[in-house]
DNA sequence: TTACTTTTGCAACTTAGTTGCGTTAACAAA
DNA sequence: TTTGTTAACGCAACTAAGTTGCAAAAGTAA
């Protein structure tokens, strides 16, 4: 459907995103607008900006989603192949900048693909 | 922990991926076994299983959780880094016996990784 | 300002999985 | 074979993330 009335809610998500490098778990971004914005909504706005390509999403290891800026990608196609990395430690959660070539898979159609790598991250492994 | 006794309900559970190839749901599970098994009982004894190493586990894109027999894993070390190949048509899920070489990432320690690939199986893309 | 329609809040619901606790059933020892 | 111990089980109640329906509120074009 995506985004058609810019909005209180719209703005104040966007601007979570703005003020954040890496992924944000819908719970924390519920948490963090309960003042504000109703859980439902924060939902939906989530919704329609992974529709227009504004944000993409994905699930961590214990099944709760993260969303976080697309760099490129448009309603038409999204780009959010690249693998995420979450940190054991401190929780933070990155999309990583680089290409990961699956190899060809015999007799199988590919259409997506999730890579979630779990570790220490820079701060972390210190 | 892991399993001391041999009760009925982890023959059950056992047969059930004994009779099968791919993946299994816990879901799927509870449903096939609800005449006989408690659904706590079916968590209980995957959790079990797979702390012994006789299975792994892994979610899918909605978050769901997958069950599949270990070839090669033991309590001590877990082989279970393959991807997993879900069909978009058929819902069905496989363990794919391939290698995919992660690039290094760097300032990161990697522990752990999840790959899911999504799209048409075999038997749904001809 | 009005009229229209999207967006929102609320409450109630759904679904997967978990917890506490009293009962049942493996199984080793007698 | 019986008994005693305790792992495993069933049940009901709970949790947590996310969804739905609907009436009210807020954007926006005219």
């Not at 329609?48 to 989603?65: M, N, Q, T």
Request: charged residues 20%; glycine residues 4%.
């Amino acid at each position: 459907m995506g985004i058609i009335r810019k909005t209180q809610s719209i703005e104040l998500l966007l601007s979570e995103f703005s003020n954040s490098t890496g992924a944000i778990s819908a719970i924390e971004l519920i948490k963090r607008l309960s003042a504000k914005v109703n859980k439902t909504t924060v939902y939906r706005v989530l919704d329609k900006l992974e529709d227009d390509g504004v944000v993409h999403s994905f699930l961590d290891k214990s099944g709760i989603k993260w969303y976080a800026k697309c760099n490129s990608c448009t309603h038409a196609q999204h780009f959010d192949s690249h693998p995420h990395f979450q940190c054991l430690n401190c929780g933070k959660v990155d999309c990583l900048e680089i290409e990961v070539a699956l190899p060809n898979i015999p007799n199988r159609q590919v259409e997506v693909s999730q890579i979630l790598i779990q570790g220490n991250c820079e701060s972390c492994s210190k």
